[in-house]
Nanobody
């Protein structure tokens, strides 16, 4: 059973920083797409950042380039999203997601594969 558990969300003032973590377990392949997605009230879900666990460049939504950094610790099966210079428009529920089957990278945005495992989501609120 694949399990993704997010942590690190919360409330912060504009210009502040947060670091999200996603602990993954229950899958056996080592060449996957992983990513962070977000959904704000009344808006569609959007891809924020994605990474190929086999290496290569990460991908970012234009709205977060230069401010957010996705990374992964393969030894801990944990993915991170460092969010700096946060803006009120970054307020959303953030989801960790995984393509559980083996893929050949890269893992671009918009996604070209179905992310078939999702975390429960974690709230990020940025006040002005």
């Amino acid at each position: 059973q694949v399990q993704l558990v997010e942590s690190g969300g919360g409330s912060v003032e504009a210009g502040g920083s947060l670091r999200l973590s996603c602990a993954a377990s229950g899958y056996t392949t080592s060449s996957n797409c992983m990513g962070w997605f977000r959904q704000a009230p009344g808006k569609e879900r959007e891809g924020v950042a994605t990474i190929y666990t086999g290496g290569g460049i990460p991908y970012y939504a234009d709205s977060v380039k230069g401010r957010f950094t996705i990374s992964r610790d393969n030894s801990r099966n944990t993915m991170y999203l460092q969010m700096n210079s946060l803006k009120p428009e970054d307020t959303a529920m953030y989801y960790c997601a995984l393509v559980t089957y083996r893929v050949v990278g890269p893992c671009p945005l918009p996604p070209q594969r179905e992310y078939n495992a999702w975390g429960q989501g974690i709230q990020v609120t940025v006040s002005s």
